[in-house]
């Protein structure tokens, strides 16, 4: 009898201790963003700009394997500094143009306050001057170094391991001497940068056709700043739920403020939501397929958490930081249930539809073999 009731011990004690040590995690993350968020941004840039390299190498003839990575970070470096550009000169121009809906919002807040029996409505600018400025500016003005800040921390990380690759080899022979275990470790860390690899290029590939599609939207009923605002429907696309959310609601409420009457923000907000339906609902998952297998609800509380511990940083990085947890958490008997959970089919350990080696373009609708196998040999000489 102690002996048959020791095994049910012994699972509830190691259950417990990995739930606490989830707890630790958790809270060593959260004390620990202000260092952390920098390096896991610079390692999801290295695992965008790996990819980007092997797709060169993969499409472009002329590009060798020696040159794809310095094209790669070439390329990476003016598409982020156009970008960057692109947002020093609308941003100023953007945020004007908002000024000017003081009086129609003017409008719509009386217009609200009449419906809700308000006899006295508020004013924009009495928002305004009800405001500590001098407290709003200082956030604002830290919010603004905080972001100069972590981007250079983000650059000098993403420096340093780029150019510490080559030496990851030597460090993981280190790690694991056994043959076995350094195969296991190696298929551990292909499926987390396959799984990474696939949901950024699923995600940016699907942004930027809501992005386009919304843009030819917003032109077509005359929406002001309407590249502006594709431009941040693109950028929202990456957070799971909200950035949807985002994408459909928010150019039709500016629109309600810009237009006198109602019908462009009708057409505009009926439009957008056909976009996110067709796109969210038959486009996104025949190209992701089953590639990540992770549960939707799990996808959902991952926001939430990654959101309370990282803030935006971890909403735009929850859902592979989730992939990342999983393939890990699957490794080791006593947490391996919680990976099961997260999954979507109760099988944590497969990333489907992806070889290790392939670059993150190609389409999940061809399936191909698990990654832990190995494709059979051609019998041609």
Do not use: C
């Amino acid at each position: 009898m102690p002996a048959a009731s020791s095994a049910p011990e012994s699972t509830v004690a190691r259950n417990a201790l990995v739930i606490l040590a989830v707890i630790a995690g958790g809270t060593t993350l959260y004390a620990l963003a202000g260092i952390l968020t920098p390096l896991a941004l610079a390692l999801f840039l290295a695992v965008m700009i790996d990819g980007f390299a092997r797709v060169l190498e993969r499409r472009m003839p002329g590009v060798s394997r020696k040159a794809a990575l310095p094209t790669a970070v070439v390329l990476s470096i003016l598409l982020f500094g156009g970008t960057a550009f692109f947002v020093a000169q609308n941003g100023a121009g953007f945020a004007s143009q908002l000024l000017t809906y003081g009086p129609k919002l003017d409008s719509v807040m009386a217009q609200v306050s009449g419906l809700m029996g308000i006899r006295t409505p508020p004013t924009v600018l009495g928002i305004i001057h009800g405001l500590d400025a001098g407290k709003y500016l200082g956030l604002a003005a830290r919010a603004v170094q905080g972001f100069a800040s972590t981007a250079l921390f983000v650059l000098v990380y993403l420096a340093f391991i780029i150019a510490s690759r080559r030496g990851w080899e030597r460090k993981a022979i280190g790690l694991f001497p056994v043959r076995e275990e350094r195969q296991e470790a190696v298929v551990a860390f292909l499926r987390i940068r396959d799984g990474v690899e696939r949901y950024l290029f699923v995600q940016t590939v699907t942004g930027l056709m809501v992005a386009v599609l919304s843009w030819i939207a917003m032109a077509a009923v005359g929406l002001h700043d309407a590249l502006f605002w594709a431009f941040l429907i693109f950028l929202a696309v990456y957070i799971p739920v909200a950035g949807g959310v985002f994408a459909g609601v928010a150019p039709p409420l500016f629109a309600l403020v810009q237009f006198p009457g109602y019908g462009q923000a009708i057409i505009l907000f009926i439009v957008l939501q056909l976009i996110g339906m067709v796109i969210g609902n038959v486009i996104y998952p025949r190209m992701q397929g089953r590639s990540l297998n992770l549960d939707p609800v799990m996808v959902l509380l991952a926001l939430a958490f990654w959101s309370a511990i990282w803030g935006v940083t971890g909403a735009f990085l929850s859902t592979p930081l989730t992939v990342m947890a999983m393939v890990v958490l699957a490794q080791f008997d006593g947490s391996r249930w919680i990976a099961v959970i997260l999954s979507a089919d109760g099988d944590p350990q497969q990333l489907k539809n992806r070889m290790p080696n392939e670059p993150p373009d190609t389409t999940a609708l061809n399936p191909t073999p698990n990654p832990t196998t190995r494709r059979p040999r051609s019998k041609r000489a």
